[in-house]
């Protein structure tokens, strides 16, 4: 088949699916288009870097590309003014999300104390995108069939076309590693780790929301979710082996895990919080005997030192200027410091690759504490949820965990990154915004009052899902 008619074909078969989600009955809102867009950039590439496509298509300069920040804050203004539109406020939001907003403000702060200032409050407004974006989902008229469909359509343009790159576009899918030489395959991203990472997120997705298609009544509607759940299944798995990110690989089993345990009937969802400390005492206990960490890396073809991770760690953290409030928010990785550690690493990394010593090195000990804070609040959330409606629950949950199981390799809290944006999604609490509501009435009865409350009923009754 030539690259030609394979292109034709994956856009073809992409248009398709969209139009397929576009004839089924929604209440989801047509602003639900602006995360989209931003999962479709953050998942691949940034539009400059689209446009300088069989460059090198990574940019290093401190400063950015003013086209992706014009793009980012379109993207962001939108999703202000829809919110706006529902009457979501600052007030209800810290209400709602403590721990989360102080984090926030710890940020802002942080701007302050950076030897460049400047670049630091461009980086947080750019990360401001994320908790936008994720109240436009979760502000929807039907929040859950939103976050359905956001992943959905991102996985119809990230998983397909990266398998179109790979095997008919090489010289935008694929590369070759500096280090052995050896091929690598980025598909639509500009690195093997960040396929890799749309492929646990995106498999992570399609496996529980096949297990909700099993629910659905209609016979033939739940065939074609299934259908459809197995058929992007099967392009993850593959997409995750030529890929070769082990990372992406154990979380991605470990997210389907906990959706599995968790949906036990034996398991209490009031004592899920028991349930983690427990596990997290006997890891605690169990890595010094039986040595899990190096096993389960060696059993995956990775060595311990994580490919010199490890020994960037200890070069950074020499480095670190202040301990207690870090280098400022996103200012560790710039000026003598990012000088010193290109000298002697000649991959020059921009980050630490450890989300945890990334917090460290650019918000100290204290941003670390308020972190954690964060996360132990947003576990109590979700523990919340597990009682309230429980499938989604336990999405949020698997995603929770997978994300913080992701960053011991990678760094992706704080930055622009479709991790930290799916960390949002499964920590934000808000009630059901005003522009959001549907309006449901007790007609008299008849037959075109019964059609309109039949046009307001929720989603889950209209689609089939329990």
Known sequence: ???????????????????????????????????????????????????????????????????????????IISGLYVLKRRGVTLREFYRNNRCLTLFLVYCLLAIFWSDFPFIAAKRWIKVLGHPVMALVVLTDRDPVGAFRRLLKRTAYFIIPFSILFIKYYPQYGCGYDDYTGLPVYCGVTHAKNELGCDCMYLGLFFFWNTVQALKIKDVAARLKEMLLGAFF????????????????????????????????????????????????????????????????????????????????????????????????????????????????????????????IEIYLNLGIAGLTIWGAMIISTFFKIRGDLLRRFEFGRLRLAFLFLILIYNFTEATFTNVSIVWTLFYLAAIDYPRARGSRVQVRTPPLGKANLRGSMAAAPLKKISGYA
Not at 33 to 52: A, E, M, Y
Not at 241 to 255: D, E, H, P
Not at 273 to 286: D, H, R, T
Request: hydrophobic residues 55%.
């Open 233 to 356: 299944l099967i392009m993850i798995w593959w997409l995750l082996r030529i890929s070769s990110s082990a990372t992406s690989l154990v979380c991605m089993l470990v997210g389907i895990s906990i959706l599995l345990v968790v949906g036990l009937p034996i398991v209490s969802k009031r004592h899920i919080g028991i349930y983690a400390v427990v596990g997290i005492l006997l890891f605690a206990v169990a890595e010094p005997l039986f040595g899990i960490y190096e096993n389960t890396l060696g059993a995956l073809g990775r060595d311990a030192g994580l490919t010199d991770r490890t020994q960037v760690w200890h070069d950074a953290l020499q480095l670190q200027p202040n301990p207690i409030l870090g280098a400022g928010f996103e200012s560790f990785w710039l000026g003598s410091r990012l000088d010193k550690l290109w000298a002697k690493w000649w991959w020059h990394p921009l980050q630490a690759h450890d989300g945890y």
């Open 1 to 75: 088949m030539g690259s030609s008619l394979a292109l034709f074909l994956t856009v073809v078969f992409v248009s398709f699916l969209l139009w397929r989600e576009r004839r089924e009955k929604s209440n989801v809102s047509n602003a639900l288009w602006i995360p989209v867009f931003w999962f479709w950039i953050t998942s691949s590439k940034f539009v400059s870097q689209w446009l300088s496509l069989g460059g090198s298509g990574i940019a290093s300069d401190s400063e950015g590309s003013p086209l992706d920040a014009a793009v980012f804050a379109l993207l």
